[in-house]
Each structure stands twice: as C-alpha cells, then as structure tokens.
C-alpha cells in the first residue's frame, strides 16, 4: 500500500511536469516534432531572397517535412514540392542550363528554386503571404480570382496557408532567430532537470 501511494504521487508529480514542459518548453520538444535540416540553404537562399527563415521552414515542412525524396500525387518533387515544369521554367530564369526533373531532389536546389518562386508570389501580391501560399498551392489563376471577386479557394488550399502560417508561428517559438544563433551553445539546463527529476521518481517507486 505504502508503494502504491508513492506511485501514484509520482505519477502525479510526472504528469503535471510533463504539462509544464509541454507548454512552458516548446524549444526542447519542438526540435523533435519540427525538424531543422538543410539549415545552410535556408540559411542562405532565404537572404539572398529577403523571406524570413522560419517562413521558409514552415513551406518546407507543409509540403515534404522535410522529406528530399518526397513525390506528390500530381508529380511535384522534392523538398518545396516543386512541379517538373514549374522547375523548368524557373531554371530558365535562373540560367540553369542542365536543368533535369531529378535535380528537384536535390536539397540546395529544391530550396534555391522553391524561395526564388514564392518570392516572386509575394513579390506579385505586395506582400500578401495568405494570396503568395495560394497561389503557391493551387496556381496563381485561382489566387486572382480569390483576390479580384472572391472566388472562393479549395479547402485543401485554405488549409494549406493556415498551416504554413500556423507552422512558421511553431517555428518562432521554438527556434526563434535561429541564423543569428552563435556557433558553440551553451548547454541548456532544462535537460539536467529532467535528468535530476527521473532519478527522483525512480527513487520514489522503488523506494530507494
């Protein structure tokens, strides 16, 4: 009896803990459930195109999370999920001469392609990221006629801009400014804790 009520007082203990860190550290969990890779793409095609980082991330993790080999029903490839001959077009721009459908699986392109295309939606609607995802997701056609008369969007669109707004927010929470981040971090002590805190409970259920 003596050991049950020590469980249960650590099952308490732990549950309400586990809330704290659920709500309170979202930059600890956050990194397992919103990955950051290709950090030095991002990093560098989101400055050279004046988009926010974390806006970036957010339109990758929508479309592939963060999956290079992803490849949609419809045939879009690649991290920003970006359609063979939409890539041809921006290779063109961009002065790709050995442009392939393949090259869309490679990261570094995939991002340098993805950020120079919704840079220019943005561009085209002054900014509007709700119109610039729009079009992004469903063609810029549709996008114009939800702008000029209200033509309402698929549902797959709406949510498709709702959770890349939705996802950027996550981003800022849990990674913040992370291209201004030093090179060497300093450890956090929230891991300690919780190291600390599981040798309590073990001590407590085994009565140690």
């Known amino acids: 009896m003596k050991r049950l009520f020590k469980f249960l ?20 969990w956050g990194e397992i459930v919103y990955p950051l890779d290709y950090k030095d793409s991002i990093r560098k095609y989101s400055k050279e ?25 419809a045939g879009a490839r ?8 939409t890539g041809g077009s921006i290779a063109e721009e961009l002065g790709d001469k050995n442009y392939s459908a393949d090259s869309l699986y490679d990261p570094d392109t995939n991002i340098r392609y993805g950020t120079w295309y919704i840079k220019g939606l943005l561009d085209k609607y002054n900014g509007d990221k709700d ?19 209200q033509t309402p969007l698929p549902y797959e669109t709406v949510f498709f801009v709702q959770k890349v707004k939705g996802t950027e ?3 800022n929470k849990v990674y913040g400014a992370w291209t201004a981040e030093p090179e060497v971090k300093k ?3 929230f891991y300690q804790g919780i190291q600390n805190f599981g040798s309590f409970v073990k001590g407590l259920i085994l009565g140690q």
């Open 9 to 28: 007082i650590a099952a308490g203990v732990t549950v309400a803990l586990l809330l704290i860190f659920y709500f309170f550290y979202p930059h600890v």
């Open 78 to 85: 690649g991290l920003m999920q970006i359609m063979p001959a």
């Open 49 to 73: 195109r004046d988009l926010q980082p974390n806006f970036v991330c957010a339109l990758i993790y929508t479309e592939s999370h963060f999956n290079a080999d992803s490849t949609s029903g």
């Open 187 to 189: 450890p956090n002590p």
């Open 169 to 171: 927010d996550m981003y």
């Open 131 to 149: 119109l610039a995802l729009a079009a992004y997701n469903a063609g810029v056609p549709r996008a114009d006629r939800w702008k000029d008369d």
